[in-house]
Nanobody, 115 residues
Framework: QVQLVESGGGLVQTGGALKLSCAAS????????MGWYRQAPGKQRELVAT???????NYSDSVKGRFTISKGNAKNTVHLHMNTLKPEDTAVYLC?????????WGQGTQVTVSS
């Protein structure tokens, strides 16, 4: 199995920046891609960005040009660099690992952008 631990959330003002990190442990050989999703109160979980094992990246339109997903030096880490943050980016951000057994979710980290 795979376990995910996120870090880096917090409170930031509009226009600010944050970096989220996710570290995977366990059967990391089974991971084909990793990504970030977010869920705001009363809203459905939505894709933020994904990065495949080969490095190809995918972003939602709402964050394209402001957020960048990257791999850490270790295979089992992924980062989300968030710039020009807006109040509508406020949500719980969840790390996801796509494995041969299905999608594994982290516990989430809160990001709050004040206006």
């Amino acid at each position: 199995q795979v376990q995910l631990v996120e870090s880096g959330g917090g409170l930031v003002q509009t226009g600010g920046a944050l970096k989220l990190s996710c570290a995977a442990s366990g059967s990391i050989f089974s991971i084909s891609a990793m990504g970030w999703y977010r869920q705001a109160p009363g809203k459905q979980r939505e894709l933020v960005a994904t990065i495949a094992d080969g490095g190809s990246e995918n972003y939602s339109d709402s964050v394209k040009g402001r957020f960048t997903i990257s791999k850490g030096n270790a295979k089992n880490t992924v980062h989300l660099h968030m710039n020009t943050l807006k109040p509508e980016d406020t949500a719980v951000y969840l790390c996801a690992a796509f494995t041969s057994w299905g999608t594994i979710w982290g516990q989430g980290t809160q990001v709050t952008v004040s206006s």
